[in-house]
């Protein structure tokens, strides 16, 4: 009974991954519109970030009180409202607070719906599961860059959200019919627990050790990585000359090495373990992103990308299974607790490197993911190791 919802959600996962990427190509013609550069621009990706971190101190305990499928259904639909305001914003501040409402709801689709797995699917059968799962999240990472370049460069940015809207109108509707028919996803790990005593206990996980060693791992991975990818397209179309349509699909390579890697778990996780994983994602994220910097042509820039995806999930992936497992009790909100930080480190690293690229250009940026998350890897894989022993 757990396969067609998975999929569900992994489609609801397509849409938040989709909204989350979909402005990376467009900061061009954002920034063209309103007469700002493209790191002004870039507060549409900020505003969105911000919102999804922060309200996952919401979405988790509210999803282990009411059950986490019934909430990811309401999110999708009401990320429709925000993702059409978004389309009908006639300023910039307009676009980034519409940007950061949608972002509130969307934020609650993909963690609560990983905690969810959490709930229902084995530890020792959930790393092959969440990375089947992320097939959708990677996929809307590729829908959201490709949609966004060339839908934007034929109709408009405006018209992308509008295409977004209705998207998350379609999946919500086959949400809503599979917690009318599957008793499953009507269960509830929270119904004992008031929300203000849920909160409590969100707060009481900061105690343990190991779940801050992860919290922190995924906001300085997020900081890394999302503030380098967040500005790939933008490099690509003003660098190597690329338009805008084609430095969108491109970008897909990305998530072509994350599917590559969704693939191959189930026979990759048993052969090299998860600091196996752990230590060849974080050299393949260092080689691809000193590949980014010395890259001549936009073909060159294809297999980059597609091992900075593949690096990423094997290092992200292991983080995310452990997520699960912090606190099976409250497992809602120790997901979110992740997510928060993981967007928290995503924000802080685009507005950094909004602020790099305005002033030095896209490589020093490049440059510093290109050390900072092999070193991540090796000290989280250091770390695991210890806890294993």
Same mark, same amino acid.
């Given at each position: ?202 707060? !009481? ?67 090299? !373990? ?97 050390? !900072? ?17």
């Amino acid at each position: 009974m757990t396969g067609r919802a998975i999929v569900l959600l992994s489609l609801a996962a397509l849409a938040s991954a989709a909204a989350l990427r979909v402005t990376d190509p467009l900061l061009a013609l954002i920034a063209s519109e309103y007469r700002v550069t493209p790191g002004a621009a870039a507060a549409v990706i900020t505003g969105f970030s911000v919102a999804y971190g922060l309200l996952q101190v919401v979405h988790g305990p509210i999803g282990d009180r009411i059950g986490k499928y019934r909430l990811v259904t309401a999110a999708t639909a009401l990320s429709a409202l925000g993702t059409f305001a978004c389309a009908a914003a006639p300023s910039l501040g307009w676009l980034v607070a519409a940007r950061f409402v949608s972002g509130a709801t969307v934020g609650a689709l993909i963690p609560v719906s990983m905690a969810w797995i959490g709930d229902v699917v084995p530890y020792e059968r959930r790393q092959p599961v969440l990375a089947r799962f992320l097939i959708g999240q990677m996929s809307g990472v590729a829908l959201g860059t490709t949609a966004g370049g060339v839908l934007g460069e034929a109709f408009g940015w405006r018209a992308v959200f509008v295409a977004l809207g209705v998207l998350y109108l379609a999946i919500s509707a086959l949400l809503a019919l599979e917690l009318r028919g599957n008793p499953l996803t009507r269960r509830t790990s929270g119904a004992a627990v008031s929300v203000p005593d849920a909160f409590r206990r969100m707060a !009481g996980l900061l105690r343990g050790p190991w779940v801050r060693v992860m919290l922190v791992t995924v906001f300085a991975e997020a900081l890394l990585f999302y503030g380098a990818l967040s500005f790939v397209a933008l490099h690509l179309h003003e660098r190597l000359g690329v338009s805008l349509g084609a430095s969108g699909a491109l970008v897909t390579a990305f998530a072509a090495g994350g599917l590559l890697y969704a693939a191959l778990a189930g026979r990759v996780v048993p052969r090299l !373990g998860e600091t196996g994983l752990v230590l060849t994602g974080g050299a393949l994220l260092g080689i691809a992103w000193l590949g980014m910097i010395v890259a001549p042509s936009a073909a060159w820039a294809v297999p980059c990308l597609t091992a900075a995806g593949t690096g990423l999930y094997m290092l992200h992936n292991t983080l995310q299974v452990h997520a699960t497992q912090m606190a099976p009790e409250a497992r809602g909100a120790a997901v979110s607790l992740f997510a928060l930080s993981l967007f928290s480190g995503q924000s802080a690293g685009v507005w950094i490197s909004a602020r790099i690229v305005d002033h030095f250009g896209t490589r020093p940026v490049f440059a510093v993911a290109a050390l !900072g998350l092999p070193l991540l890897a090796l000290e989280f894989r250091r770390r695991l190791a210890a806890r294993a022993a």
